[in-house]
């Protein structure tokens, strides 16, 4: 396995132990407790992804995982970061998980550029409902934009599902909280 993807297994199967040992705590912030010590992790922003056929590829093929499968469009909407986005999908395929790469660009309402990619799962909740797949994933971003550099270094997780029927996805994007 590649380092890159080794690193960010790695990130995402932290932040999937971290996910799995919370308490809901609404959209705002979600909580861990271990040994009497306190790990959050906080909302950034919902995303809202679109399939959009014939759309040429927004990013680089080089270390993607999988097929490319194709790309979209979107908009991030949360109450630190505002914009549209242009995407790529990669998976590797399988019964009922698949491996995904979802990367892309978020040009913020400000101005802001912020490349994302992402190394996760997609999965089918159930044979009798095969169109609504669970999808989580680590997500890491990287801006040259001072007033988002922060996100270079932010351990990020997304969490929601993608509707074959209309080819939409929905995801909650959670940062680990700095103490």
């Not at 799995?20 to 959209?27: A, H, L, P, Y």
Request: glycine share 8%; proline share 2%.
């Amino acid at each position: 396995m590649k380092t890159r993807d080794s690193f960010i297994l790695f990130v995402f199967v932290a932040a999937l132990i971290n996910l799995s040992c919370t308490v809901n705590k609404g959209d705002k912030q979600m909580e861990k407790t271990n040994n009497g010590g306190s790990h959050a992790l906080e909302y950034l922003f919902d995303i809202e992804l679109q399939y959009q056929q014939g759309m040429a590829a927004v990013t680089s093929s080089e270390n993607k995982i999988g097929h490319y499968l194709g790309s979209g469009d979107g908009a991030v909407k949360g109450p630190k970061l505002q914009g549209a986005l242009r995407w790529d999908l990669s998976e590797e395929q399988g019964e009922p998980v698949c491996k995904s790469n979802l990367r892309g660009l978020i040009e913020t309402n400000d101005g802001a550029q912020i490349n994302f990619d992402t190394m996760g799962f997609f999965m089918r909740p159930s044979k009798s409902n095969p169109r609504k797949w669970s999808a989580t994933a680590a997500v890491h971003f990287n801006t040259t934009d001072q007033r988002y550099e922060w996100l270079n270094t932010a351990l990020a997780v997304w969490d929601g599902e993608f509707d074959m029927e209309n080819y939409r996805h929905h995801y909650k994007v959670y940062i680990r909280a700095r103490n």
